[in-house]
């Protein structure tokens, strides 16, 4: 295959991967609702009758009745008619969060108090819709006892629990006929719980984390889901709009529902539990883990912070998603972790991070561009072949190649380091938009925010400046003009996109577009080094 039907090919398939991966996103966002701030008032998903006692629910089965040993599906149906507005029977303070308790023994409400996190109004951020799915809500296989379940409300052992460096532990029961319910729950001041279900007469039930936090409306292409982890470390991951049948997992350590920065997680690494994602009536996944008599697990509802998790256990980083990229892009935000740890700022630490890049790569960007400079000269030798040979494709070929190889020109060596970078920036693409330690996270002046859009728009302009720039210092094989003018613009519609798109995000591309500039020079500046001294050798 000849070097223009090459870069035309590959050129093409990069701009069609630019324009799906951006263009698509951006202009066709998913319909979202508006954040919420904590302060929000909630409109009920179900008019309830007199009292804070929902009726249940006869379109919303239990899940399905299993053996303690099985794997269990739960059925997959909307969630037992309860009230949105009820009042809580338990408030958590604690120094960065604060949970409501509502009358069924679920976390109702979760409102995150860093600053970093509040809404443009300046108030607490609300993580969960109150018409979904609540954490801690306990469903049975026995249909009987599963609609009494959603009658009874619980008793709390306390109304207001505060913490601030030690755990305390909040006690919920639920008195039902011929049975009784306890939850009790240990709760840390960093988010994480200790939780034990236990029904005095064994029955089997079933436990979830709850849909997944609604803490961001992005318009980009975010992964947002559920995610199941076996005992081997392989992860399942369904994302919303997705979930088309159940899932069943034996032995899940890790059980989490997650949104861009928060999740909320089951987790049990010593004996793995049996667990499944299942579809709710919009086909969003929606997770359980099962018991039976006593349940004892962990959880954890809060940002997916890195060092948070680690801190808890080293294996619960693997709940931080990243979507197709994960297997490329979680070892890089952990070599970006290790950087910021040394230099204390994000937006210093993606800068190092890029430069580390290109330094792995340079060997490989040193030959490609050395390859694409000598094709360039050799495209006035390869059009005289051609016009010689075009009624002989074999000969051409044949003459073709020996071109080559006399002048040390190899026509795929200008598309490798290209091919290689497509999956180093998708999955650097997905950390800069997925990592909470971004959210927030101030670089130089005005940039506040590495997980927001440059407020001026100063990061945008430079980076599409610098793609022009790069162009014309890089060789130009391509002889059809609509390939040379889709090119000629490609800066103007990249930097239109990247308008709104994370700084951090931009703050990586500019980079790399430098430091691109100043390898082509040097690699310029060899070949011309190269060209003279082959030269001599001739005149020799």
């Given at each position: 295959m000849e070097q223009n039907d090459l870069n035309k090919r590959l050129m093409l398939a990069l701009v069609l991967s630019f324009v799906i991966l951006f263009g698509f996103s951006y202009l066709f966002p998913q319909a979202k609702p508006a954040p919420r701030d904590a302060n929000a008032t909630a409109t009920p998903a179900h008019q309830v009758a007199q009292g804070t006692a929902p009726a249940a629910s006869p379109a919303a089965p239990a899940p399905s009745a299993t053996a303690e040993s099985k794997a269990v599906t739960p059925t997959p149906t909307p969630h037992p008619a309860t009230p949105t507005h009820a009042t809580p029977i338990a408030t958590i303070h604690a120094p960065d969060f604060v949970w409501t308790i509502d009358p069924f023994g679920r976390i109702a409400s979760a409102q995150l108090l860093e600053k970093k996190y509040q809404t443009e109004a300046g108030k607490p951020l609300e993580l969960f819709d109150p018409k979904q799915v609540k954490p801690l809500e306990v469903r049975f296989s026995d249909a009987a006892l599963n609609a009494e379940a959603f009658q009874k409300p619980y008793t709390a052992s306390a109304s207001d629990v505060t913490l601030t460096d030690a755990p305390k532990t909040l006690t919920l029961t639920q008195v039902l006929s011929g049975n009784t319910v306890t939850k009790t729950l240990t709760i840390y001041p960093d988010g994480h719980y200790d939780l034990t279900v236990h029904t005095d007469t064994p029955a089997d039930f079933f436990v979830t984390p709850g849909h997944r936090p609604e803490a961001d409306h992005a318009r980009y292409m975010l992964v947002r889901g559920a995610m199941i982890r076996d005992s081997k470390g392989v992860s399942t991951t369904i994302e919303d709009g997705k979930a088309e049948q159940a899932v069943t997992i034996p032995d899940a350590t890790i059980v989490s529902a997650f949104d861009r920065y928060a999740a909320s997680l089951f987790y049990r690494f010593d004996a793995p539990?049996?667990?499944?994602?299942?579809?709710?009536?919009?086909?969003?996944?929606?997770?359980?883990?099962?018991?039976?008599?006593?349940?004892?697990?962990?959880?954890?509802?809060?940002?997916?912070?890195?060092?948070?998790?680690?801190?808890?256990?080293?294996?619960?980083?693997?709940?931080?998603?990243?979507?197709?990229?994960?297997?490329?892009?979680?070892?890089?935000?952990?070599?970006?972790?290790?950087?910021?740890?040394?230099?204390?700022?994000?937006?210093?630490?993606?800068?190092?991070?890029?430069?580390?890049?290109?330094?792995?790569?340079?060997?490989?960007?040193?030959?490609?561009?050395?390859?694409?400079?000598?094709?360039?000269?050799?495209?006035?030798?390869?059009?005289?072949?051609?016009?010689?040979?075009?009624?002989?494709?074999?000969?051409?070929?044949?003459?073709?190649?020996?071109?080559?190889?006399?002048?040390?020109?190899?026509?795929?060596?200008?598309?490798?380091?290209?091919?290689?970078?497509?999956?180093?920036?998708?999955?650097?693409?997905?950390?800069?938009?997925?990592?909470?330690?971004?959210?927030?996270?101030?670089?130089?002046?005005?940039?506040?925010?590495?997980?927001?859009?440059?407020?001026?728009?100063?990061?945008?302009?430079?980076?599409?400046?610098?793609?022009?720039?790069?162009?014309?210092?890089?060789?130009?094989?391509?002889?059809?003009?609509?390939?040379?003018?889709?090119?000629?613009?490609?800066?103007?519609?990249?930097?239109?996109?990247?308008?709104?798109?994370?700084?951090?995000?931009?703050?990586?591309?500019?980079?790399?577009?430098?430091?691109?500039?100043?390898?082509?020079?040097?690699?310029?500046?060899?070949?011309?080094?190269?060209?003279?001294?082959?030269?001599?050798?001739?005149?020799?």
């Open positions: 539990l049996p667990a499944t994602l299942t579809p709710e009536a919009d086909q969003n996944p929606l997770p359980f883990v099962t018991g039976k008599g006593t349940l004892t697990l962990h959880g954890y509802l809060g940002p997916k912070e890195y060092r948070t998790l680690q801190k808890l256990n080293p294996q619960l980083t693997d709940a931080i998603e990243f979507g197709w990229f994960t297997f490329l892009s979680r070892p890089f935000f952990k070599v970006m972790v290790w950087i910021h740890d040394y230099v204390g700022n994000w937006g210093w630490a993606i800068v190092l991070f890029t430069l580390l890049v290109k330094l792995i790569l340079f060997p490989l960007s040193y030959k490609g561009m050395m390859s694409m400079n000598k094709m360039k000269e050799l495209a006035p030798k390869m059009k005289a072949l051609k016009e010689k040979y075009k009624g002989d494709p074999a000969k051409l070929n044949q003459q073709t190649m020996a071109l080559y190889k006399k002048h040390g020109a190899n026509p795929m060596g200008g598309c490798l380091p290209m091919l290689l970078q497509i999956p180093v920036f998708f999955a650097l693409y997905r950390v800069l938009l997925n990592a909470d330690e971004l959210h927030g996270a101030h670089w130089i002046g005005w940039i506040t925010n590495l997980a927001d859009k440059d407020p001026i728009y100063v990061l945008p302009v430079l980076m599409g400046a610098s793609m022009w720039l790069m162009q014309k210092l890089q060789p130009n094989t391509m002889t059809d003009p609509m390939q040379q003018k889709i090119f000629q613009w490609f800066p103007v519609i990249m930097t239109f996109f990247f308008l709104t798109f994370p700084a951090g995000l931009v703050l990586y591309w500019l980079t790399n577009n430098l430091l691109s500039i100043g390898q082509q020079l040097i690699i310029n500046r060899a070949y011309a080094n190269h060209k003279a001294k082959t030269k001599a050798d001739d005149a020799a």
